[in-house]
């Protein structure tokens, strides 16, 4: 089996230099240029099967490239959603340390502001990761959109990482990793690959 796991295109939020998180904003012109052109690669390098995305509007609207490019339709999942940052979604930094600061010991199980601890997090993280393996077929590939946050969760899970880790993958703006599973072994094909971008950029 051979995971695309891909991040969505440039949102509104980036340029509005406010926190994200659940904060439901749209692509920018150049985050639908990038999820077209990301679009176009994956469906010239790759015969992808399914096609599972977030149903946040950044994700969404960057799958409905791929599905428009290949005919393939898109499983939408809650679980793909980005971490759930609560009463921080939507401001700007200064007003979410001066709101609501970061408490100076934070356990993993931390609940704050009506956010998602992070055992939480990771739980939903391995739950769509369990569901989309034991769902599909060994052979097929399949394309997963979604939040540079939740793909570092699903990335700790694929390679079985503590939850402590500090490991981190850099996710860009579209950024394509290539994650394959065969034969009970795990490999890293891509990593953040952002060879469909380059021109635009």
Not at 46 to 51: G, L, Q
Not at 58 to 79: L, N
Not at 106 to 124: C, G, L, N
Request: hydrophobic share 35%; net charge negative; charged share 30%.
């Amino acid at each position: 089996m051979d995971l695309l796991v891909v991040r969505h295109g440039q949102s509104e939020a980036d340029i509005l230099k406010v926190i994200e998180g659940r904060a439901d904003f749209g692509l920018t012109e150049l985050g639908h240029k990038q999820a077209e052109a990301m679009a176009k690669w994956v469906e010239e390098h790759y015969p992808i099967n399914k096609i599972y995305s977030s149903p946040l509007k950044r994700a969404k609207q960057t799958a409905e490239y791929i599905s428009k490019i290949t005919g393939i339709g898109i499983y939408f999942d809650d679980d793909l959603m980005e971490w759930q940052n609560g009463l921080i979604a939507g401001l700007t930094l200064k007003e979410a340390d001066e709101k609501y600061p970061v408490p100076k010991i934070k356990y993993p199980h931390t609940r704050v502001y009506e956010q998602e601890s992070q055992i939480d997090f990771r739980m939903r993280a391995e739950t769509i990761m369990s569901r989309i393996i034991n769902e599909n077929n060994d052979e097929e590939i399949i394309v997963i959109i979604s939040h540079g946050g939740m793909i570092n969760m699903l990335f700790k899970s694929f390679i079985e990482s503590s939850i402590n880790s500090k490991i981190n993958i850099s996710n860009s703006d579209t950024g394509i990793h290539h994650w394959r599973i065969k034969d009970n072994k795990k490999e890293i094909i891509l990593c953040n690959s952002k060879e469909h971008i380059k021109t635009i950029i």
